[in-house]
């Protein structure tokens, strides 16, 4: 699946985008982003406060216990500051 | 209803916007436009300029889905809703909401309704540019509690279900 990361979120992982292949186990948006964060030092800083990341999936906002199942596109970013 | 969304990078014009909304209409009796600028502070402290980051196709997906709800919630007979990216400098203008309806309850109430939601859920992180760097807007616990208000009230189409 694809993922894309944005902002703060984007500078720490280091891309701002990538393709990914997690495994089985990882069912929910949550569980993604904890997988994710084991990977190495950048991710573990991206993701170490998970509460306040905010995920999408294919355009949608969604919660952490989302399932990841078919997504096409699934977004990584802090909380919103447009307007 | 008639709903226009842009995102651009360049300056937009509002009197040109809300005059292109209401042209040739009889119908229309009230037409709110409310317009963010860039201030040149931040925090209190001086700034640059800003630069807007967005989620491209996100965004455009987001704002639309809030236009339906707010047609969906106020008798609604234009809908107008630009947002800039890229860098802007203090003084330009940086969101553009122009909302039209017959009378103006509906037209007040649907362009806050908008701002609220473009503010915590529409895909833009704000970044300053100072004297002592960049650095990331955090977001605003009032801006949540803005937008928060308009989901005790049930909108039109979920009250006739």
């Not at chain 2, 362009?111 to 760097?133: E, I, N």
Request: some cysteine; proline content about 4%.
């Amino acid at each position: 699946m694809k993922l894309l990361y944005f902002a703060w979120v984007r500078e720490r992982v280091g891309k701002a985008e990538e393709q990914v292949d997690p495994p089985a186990g990882v069912v929910t948006v949550g569980e993604l982003m904890a997988w994710l964060a084991q990977r190495n030092e950048q991710y573990a800083y991206a993701f170490e406060n998970a509460k306040v990341i905010r995920a999408a999936v294919d355009h949608r906002h969604v919660r952490s216990d989302a399932a990841i199942a078919g997504a096409g596109e699934i977004a990584f970013f802090p909380p919103m500051t447009g307007g | 209803m008639i709903s226009t969304i842009r995102l651009q990078g360049e300056a937009f014009d509002a009197t040109a916007e809300t005059e292109g909304m209401t042209r040739g209409r009889t119908d229309i009796g009230a037409v709110v436009t409310f317009t963010g600028l860039c201030r040149a502070d931040e925090n209190g402290k001086p700034i640059a300029s800003l630069t807007l980051e967005h989620y491209s196709g996100m965004a455009e997906a987001e704002i639309a889905r809030h236009v339906e709800e707010a047609s969906a919630r106020w008798p609604l007979l234009g809908v107008t809703v630009i947002h800039r990216y890229g860098r802007i400098i203090p003084g330009e203008g940086i969101v553009l909401v122009v909302t039209a309806s017959s009378h103006r309850e509906a037209a007040f109430a649907a362009a806050s309704f908008l701002m609220d939601y473009l503010k915590t859920r529409a895909p833009f992180w704000k970044q300053v540019q100072t004297v002592a760097g960049t650095a990331w807007v955090d977001a605003k616990t009032a801006d949540d509690l803005a937008a928060k208000r308009w989901s005790a009230l049930p909108s039109r189409r979920e009250a006739a279900k």
